[in-house]
């Protein structure tokens, strides 16, 4: 492999960013509890991690103006539109692998 130079580097992570927002946007089938459980993180985190680069780099940026970028919309319109009662197996297996805070 070719080195990367750090410029074509940010530009590779920041697609592949995008592409992982864009994939989330359109499954929206599948719940952030479900995600949590799977893989540890969801679209929440993904939007705070947004918000921590951002306010490292100096720009300040709100919870909703971060999950707005990940959602596509604002967070409140999206949980009204796909978010779904979890099951109580699913909140139970979240409880017990829930990350400490």
Request: with cysteine; hydrophobic share 30%.
């Amino acid at each position: 492999m070719d080195t990367i130079d750090d410029q074509k580097r940010i530009e590779l992570e920041a697609a592949a960013f995008r592409r992982l927002r864009d994939h989330l946007r359109e499954r929206t089938d599948v719940q952030n509890i479900d995600l949590m459980n799977l893989a540890g993180f969801c679209r929440n985190c993904l939007s705070n991690w947004y918000r921590d680069a951002a306010e490292a780099d100096g720009i300040a940026m709100t919870k909703d103006e971060s999950r707005e970028i990940v959602y596509g919309m604002p967070y409140g319109e999206w949980r009204d539109r796909y978010q779904r009662e979890a099951s109580p197996e699913t909140a139970q297996r979240f409880e017990q692998t829930r990350p400490s805070e």
